[in-house]
């Protein structure tokens, strides 16, 4: 049987990866990570092939081209990311669940196309002041990019709805056993 689609989203910086990444390593739930391309540059101890496929911008729309992404989005001008159908289709056809940290638009459109088959996590700061904090505390992305990414979670909050369930990441143990738990109750269905 092929496998599920679990699609995590969030403003930048509200916990997603730092959620995936326990859950992951904690290894109860048969899930891999799909590594998206993008076309921006990497960042802290970031790793090609790990976190993403780093793409020239030509390089980037080549793959558009050629219709290799379930979906992509220019999430931030000028700075592109997409879901690679080659990524979905090597972990599900071998029965592995996925899971996708994607945009708030990404994330909508990926539950349209799976439907039941996917199951749509959204993830909320307690408060945007909070949310610059972490931005701040992450220590990797300049002032200008921290105040381009708050300024845009207003918006990215308003998709919250159309999400299949809503976490809010406040207590960081409490969030990833929620998570988990939504997890584990979709793919033992
Ligand atoms: P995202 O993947 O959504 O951009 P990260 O997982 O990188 O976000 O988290 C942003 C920063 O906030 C990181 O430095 C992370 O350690 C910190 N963080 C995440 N969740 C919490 C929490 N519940 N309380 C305090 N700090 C947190
Ligand atoms: P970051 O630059 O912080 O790694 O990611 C910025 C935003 O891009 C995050 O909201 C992240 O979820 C989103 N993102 C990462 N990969 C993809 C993808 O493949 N498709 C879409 N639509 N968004 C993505």
Known sequence: MEGKIIIISAPSGCGKSTIINAILAKGEIDMQFSVSATSREPRGQEVDG???????????????????????EEVYPGRYYGTLKSEVERITADGHNVILDIDVKGGVNVKKLYGD???????????????????????????????????????????????????INDNLDAAIATVEKIIKDFVGR
Request: no cysteine.
């Open 50 to 72: 790990t976190d993403y496929y780093f793409l020239t911008p030509d390089d980037f729309r080549a793959r558009i081209e050629a219709d290799a992404f379930v979906e992509f």
């Open 117 to 167: 088959r996917a199951v749509s996590i959204f993830i909320e700061p307690p408060s945007i002041e909070t949310l610059r904090e972490r931005l701040t505390g992450r220590a990797t992305d300049s002032p200008e990019a921290i105040e381009q990414r708050v300024g845009k979670a207003a918006l990215e909050l308003t998709y919250a709805p159309a999400y299949d369930n809503v976490v």
